[in-house]
């Protein structure tokens, strides 16, 4: 069961004011996948541009972000595409993680995606994730779609070993 408690964050729509602070959380993002993959070139030498990308190709209209004292700590996006709605993307500061910012900026989104009827809200961590499938797994994204199975031909390391109906993958 999810806890409850005092939300401590204020969530907002996106402002464009908000692009410098947001590119920053889209850097964290990349060097948090870094981290869990122990590989320092993921995202190249500007990940945060890759938050200018994603404004071009989905808009600025259903990102929020979570506030602390007036800071821009987190954001997060609602991507609808070929009817699928996606949480896409999600952070929250290091320094802020665990607070409830993450659990009021889903919340908000989830709201966002029933009022527009959707069936199904969509979230893709990578495998390795495991703090933030646990989170989601927290907030009630508790059923599995599909899974992305693949060899790897250029030797790099995974972590061994993740069970699935019975079998043994690495992750
Ligand atoms: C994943 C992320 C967005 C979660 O945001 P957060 O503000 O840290 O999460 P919250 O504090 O709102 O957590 C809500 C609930 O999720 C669960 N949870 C959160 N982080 C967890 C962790 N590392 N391990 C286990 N459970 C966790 C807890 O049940 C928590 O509730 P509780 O603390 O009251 O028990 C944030 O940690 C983050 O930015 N991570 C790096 C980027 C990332 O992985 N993004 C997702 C890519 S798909």
Partial sequence: ?????????KIRRYKNTDKENCRTLWRELVEWH???????????DHPEDYFDRYLTKFGEDKIWVAL??????????????????????????????GK?????LVQIVMTEAQRLNAKQLIVEPVMRNT?????YHALGFVNAGQVQLFIDFSGK?????????DLKFDY
């Fill in 1 to 9: 069961m999810v806890k409850s408690r005092k939300p401590d964050f």
């Fill in 68 to 97: 602390k004292e007036n800071n821009v700590i987190g954001f997060a996006g609602l991507v609808i595409e070929d009817e699928e709605f996606k949480i896409e993307p999600i952070v929250v500061a290091r320094p802020f993680r």
């Fill in 131 to 135: 703090a933030a499938i646990k989170f």
């Fill in 34 to 44: 870094r981290e869990i993959y122990a590989a320092p070139t993921i995202g190249g």
């Fill in 100 to 104: 409830g910012a993450g659990k009021q």
């Fill in 157 to 165: 390391k995974w972590v061994k070993s993740l069970k699935m109906h």
